[in-house]
């Protein structure tokens, strides 16, 4: 029995168990708590509480939302304990379970590295500190930010939070993103790494 207790906590769990879990969280948020799920509003209450009055966006009682604030710190706090007390000793992780032909995709792409969570040869000092993997982190930052306040949330307000509740511009925005992923990583991608390379 301890072993099988282990192994829940340590092992992935899969997708036919988390899935109706987080979805199921998100009503239970709304039902006990009286909040929609979502992170990228926390940003803006941050900016509010430490930019008081500056610009018109920013300018409300931060107080009112400090729930969200907790609930970000929480996500953070949460993943480093869970990283300490279940994470791997070794840094670079796990080799990510990836299919076949995605790793031939991606070693024509020029990356070859493909152990732990993230690509070494994209996610290193020296690749984001070239002009291009800066233009990346700022032009990606940009438009994340830019596109959540636009379409009025971000990917787990709308996919989580809104689909739960079964509003259509949630489920237009899931449908954007999951669009954008796919021209990203067939088009853009590529042209990302031929500029880092």
């Not at 020029?110 to 040869?121: F, H, N, R, S, V």
């Not at 233009?135 to 636009?150: K, Q």
Request: proline share 6%; hydrophobic share 55%.
């Amino acid at each position: 029995m301890p072993g099988q207790v282990a192994s829940l906590i340590t092992e992935p769990w899969p997708w036919y168990v988390a899935g109706p879990l987080i979805g199921l969280v998100v009503p239970a948020l709304l039902v006990f708590v009286g909040h929609a799920f979502g992170i990228s509003s926390s940003f803006r209450d941050i900016c509010a509480a430490t930019l008081p009055g500056k610009l018109e966006f920013f300018a409300y009682d931060w107080r009112d939302s400090a729930w969200r604030l907790a609930f970000a710190v929480g996500l953070v706090v949460g993943g480093l304990v869970g990283w300490v007390l279940l994470g791997p000793a070794d840094m670079s992780g796990p080799a990510v379970a990836i299919s076949g032909a995605t790793r031939t995709d991606l070693a024509a792409m020029g990356i070859t590295d493909q152990t732990g969570l993230a690509p070494p040869q994209l996610f290193t000092w020296r690749a984001l500190g070239s002009l291009p993997g800066l233009l990346v982190l700022i032009g990606g930052g940009w438009l994340v930010g830019f596109g959540t306040r636009w379409a009025g949330g971000c990917t787990s307000g709308h996919a989580i939070s809104g689909m739960s509740n079964l509003q259509l511009a949630s489920l237009i925005a899931v449908a954007g993103f999951f669009a954008g992923g796919i021209v990203s990583a067939h088009w853009l991608l590529p042209l990302i790494l031929r500029g880092l390379g």
